[in-house]
């Protein structure tokens, strides 16, 4: 954990509520990003993260300091998240938006509706299979591709050893593989 964390952290133990608001700060994005990931609905995604900040700071006093502020945050956030979706029985998907710019130059706005449609077509394609993967399997890609963690913060986050995080995450690329392929296929979706 970082040297600055655990400072906050007793900071804040000690009654210092700036502590927080800097940890607050510095993890906000990714709590965010994480929630938005799982929900795929801005005011679900920006509501749970301030839910999880608050559950978070009531829970401070039973940190243990074994793990990072982040994985254990982290934990509280998919747990919570979780929750939420079972009580609420909607399973969103993962959304995979595909960020990057063709770097070409097309003049042609014809050209650029085309690959404009077919790049919305993909990611709602994307979409839907992910809908369809159970939660475990959404939950760690949302994980791993998304938030970027490692193995071993997954573990600990999901409470799992890395060797099921490892097959996990396989198994859980190769059912989106599955779902993808036939419209994919030359035969299949048109994309």
């Not at 509280?76 to 969103?92: C, E, G, P």
């Not at 299979?129 to 760690?140: D, G, N, V, Y």
């Amino acid at each position: 954990m970082l040297m600055d964390d655990k400072k906050l952290i007793r900071s804040c133990l000690d009654g210092d509520r700036n502590a927080f608001g800097s940890l607050v700060t510095k993890y906000k994005v990714k709590v965010f990003n994480l929630t938005y990931s799982l929900t795929h609905n801005r005011e679900t995604a920006d509501d749970l993260a301030q839910e999880v900040f608050l559950k978070a700071y009531t829970s401070l006093p039973s940190f243990r300091f074994k793990s990072g502020f982040g994985t254990w945050l982290y934990r509280i956030t998919v747990n919570h998240t979780h929750d939420f979706l079972r009580k609420a029985k909607k399973m969103q998907t993962v959304p995979f938006n595909d960020e990057r710019r063709n770097e070409k130059t097309d003049t042609d706005p014809l050209d650029r509706r085309i690959q404009a449609d077919v790049s919305q077509r993909r990611r709602r394609m994307v979409r839907q299979a992910m809908r369809s993967l159970p939660e475990k399997h959404r939950t760690i890609l949302a994980l791993r591709d998304l938030q970027g963690l490692s193995y071993e913060e997954i573990a600990k986050v999901l409470r799992i050893a890395p060797g099921t995080v490892d097959s996990r995450l396989h198994r859980a690329r190769k059912l989106l593989r599955i779902k993808l392929a036939p419209l994919l296929s030359p035969h299949g979706g048109d994309i």
